[in-house]
């Protein structure tokens, strides 16, 4: 069964702080991974992951993907309160048609 | 860029009652379509996802089903509702010539009373 799974389910840190986010996948015929942010509606995008080991980033947040342990972090430095939301990570693969698995997101809460 | 349109934005219903949700695309052609629907403090759960014209595949065995008439129009329906069928209901494109990037459109709030 394909699967994708992160952790922390949730996390409380201090202003300032930085956080690293986790997901895992198993799935057949991977061809991307993304991470979404949700706050209080829709998820809206923040990466697409394709190859193993290539960093990308936007300003204090980056992300890694690392097929071989078909796994990826999300990584937010000095982290402020409009972080807090939830993280989704979301695992596209195709089998004849072209399907999307979500995780069940990390809680990131972040206090002054 | 794609724009995603849904309606209403929230929804009260009874159960028992019939539910139709309609999602509509801008500015893509082509696209893939999905539902998914979250509940409180949860990650998506795919329902339904669409490669073209009638072409729907459910995801789950439930009491809702999915129609696409129209290139760029996803409705999602129930001929009863259940209590279990309250959450964030999420429509969702995506196009091959963009990797399959999932844009979301604003989602529908539904409770079920």
């Known amino acids: 069964e394909d699967k994708v799974v992160q952790s922390p389910l949730s996390l409380v840190v201090h202003e300032g702080d930085t956080v690293t986010l986790n997901c895992s996948y198993e799935?057949?015929?991977?061809?991307?991974l993304l991470w979404y942010k949700q706050e209080k509606k829709a998820p809206t995008f923040l990466f697409m992951l394709t190859s193993s080991g290539i960093e990308k980033k936007s300003g204090r947040l980056s992300s890694i993907l690392d097929k071989k342990e078909l796994s990826s972090i999300l990584n937010i430095t000095a982290t402020q309160t409009g972080d807090s939301a939830i993280y989704l990570c979301?695992?596209?693969?195709?089998?004849?048609?072209?399907?999307?698995?979500f995780g069940t997101g990390t809680k990131l809460q972040v206090i002054p | 860029s794609q724009t995603i349109h849904q309606w209403p934005a929230t929804l009260v219903q009874p159960v028992g009652s019939p539910l139709s949700l309609e999602c509509t695309v801008e500015g893509t052609s082509n696209p893939n379509l999905y539902w998914y629907r979250q509940a409180a403090g949860r990650g998506l759960q795919l329902l339904f996802y669409s490669v073209g014209i009638g072409q729907i595949s459910s995801e789950v065995p439930q009491n809702l089903s999915a129609s696409r008439p129209q290139d760029r129009q996803f409705i999602l329906s129930s001929k009863k509702l259940l209590l279990s069928d309250s959450g964030f209901y999420l429509c969702?494109?995506?196009?091959?010539?963009?990797?399959?990037?999932?844009?979301f459109g604003p989602g529908t709030r539904l409770t079920v009373t």
């Open positions: 979301a695992v596209h693969y195709s089998g004849g048609y072209q399907k999307v698995t």
């Open positions: 799935v057949t015929n991977f061809r991307s």
């Open positions: 969702a494109s995506a196009r091959l010539a963009e990797n399959y990037e999932q844009y």
